[in-house]
């Protein structure tokens, strides 16, 4: 909420697209008696990040939202 909706959008697909095979990288060490925790914790994480993350960010609107004005700021109206 603090950056432009540019820059979070480029920063939300960078460090997704370098998070994705550092966890890779982290299943290939485990051992074979982790192998289906890791593996089944490591493959909900990559799919929340590619299908989740970088969907969001790569589909987010690329105009800026309109500024609510006085006739919508106050619904009592």
Known sequence: MTLPARV????NLV???LYIPYS???AAGASWD???FYGL????EVLLLAFF???SAWTWPRT???PAGPAT???RQ
């Open 41 to 44: 914790s490591i493959g909900v």
């Open 64 to 66: 800026p939202a309109v």
């Open 34 to 36: 982790w192998a289906f």
């Open 53 to 55: 993350i970088l969907r």
């Open 24 to 26: 890779m990288f982290n």
């Open 15 to 17: 460090v997704a697209l």
């Open 8 to 11: 979070n959008r480029a920063t």
């Open 73 to 75: 700021t106050d619904l």
